[in-house]
């Protein structure tokens, strides 16, 4: 099986601009998580979408928006981007369990705003 | 409100001397304890987690961590460690009942020396 897929791997913005970062969950899963990783920090929880509802949402700006498809791909919107918004990017898909979940990383996207 | 300090930043060990990478959390509710791995341009890997019952945990590639909860901490250990060991190493927390997103610490760097 796959593991979860995000694309693009890399990404090179200017400020202002808007950007769209992609995320295919394994299969079967059903629930989406994205994370920001700023270059020497730990990840930091952006959103989370559950059957295609947003179940969590992290201390970030209006100009951080997300959605998830009826096949559980999700995508992560970016406006107005700062140069603070260089990060890597990470999506984690996860069944839901009650023992708290056990989360599965993609690979990441870099954005680099420049 | 939770919190992970991960005390060490950057920690140099020789190849198969002994290691450990301290966390700590802070936490009003219970948690559950997770560390991660993450090698160069490469998403997070589970290494480990603790949900319950025994405090000492055993994971994959040789690692474990103990569970304090009057020191607060989840120590990573591994008794020899191997140049592949050489990654960034982040501890997680997730909150009990809460929204299931993890915080993390701000990682440490393993660097294993030949």
């Known amino acids: 099986d796959a593991g979860v897929t995000q694309s693009p791997t890399h990404l090179i913005k200017t400020r202002g601009q808007q950007v769209t970062l992609r995320c295919s969950p394994i299969s079967?899963?059903?629930?989406?998580?994205?994370?920001?990783q700023v270059l020497g920090q730990g990840p930091q929880f952006i959103f989370q979408y559950y059957e295609k509802e947003e179940r969590g949402r992290g201390n970030f700006p209006d100009r951080f928006s997300a959605r998830q498809f009826p096949n559980y791909s999700s995508e992560l919107n970016v406006n107005a981007l700062l140069l603070g918004d260089s990060a890597l990017y990470l999506c984690a898909s996860s069944l839901w369990t009650v023992e708290g979940e056990k989360l599965f990383f993609g690979s990441g996207t870099q954005l680099s705003v420049l | 409100?939770?919190?992970?300090?991960?005390?060490?930043?950057?920690?140099?060990?020789?190849e198969e001397a002994p290691v450990e990478l301290r966390c700590n959390y802070s936490s009003?509710?219970?948690?559950?304890?997770?560390?991660?791995v993450q090698y160069p341009n490469q998403g997070l890997q589970l290494?480990?987690?603790?949900?319950?019952g025994s405090t000492l945990v055993k994971g994959i590639n040789?690692?474990?961590?103990?569970?304090?909860?009057?020191?607060?901490?989840f120590h990573l250990r591994k008794p020899s460690v191997h140049i592949s060991d050489t990654a960034e190493y982040f501890c997680a927390v997730i909150p009990k009942?809460?929204?299931?997103?993890?915080?993390?610490?701000?990682?440490?760097?393993?660097?294993?020396?030949p």
Do not use: C, M
């Open chain 2, 62 to 73: 040789g690692f474990e961590a103990e569970f304090n909860k009057s020191q607060t901490s």
């Open chain 2, 47 to 52: 290494l480990l987690k603790y949900l319950s």
């Open chain 1, 28 to 36: 079967g899963h059903k629930s989406v998580s994205w994370y920001q």
């Open chain 2, 28 to 36: 009003s509710v219970s948690v559950y304890l997770f560390w991660y």
């Open chain 2, 97 to 113: 009942g809460g929204a299931n997103n993890l915080f993390f610490g701000t990682g440490t760097r393993l660097t294993v020396i």
């Open chain 2, 1 to 14: 409100a939770q919190s992970v300090t991960q005390l060490d930043s950057q920690v140099p060990v020789f």
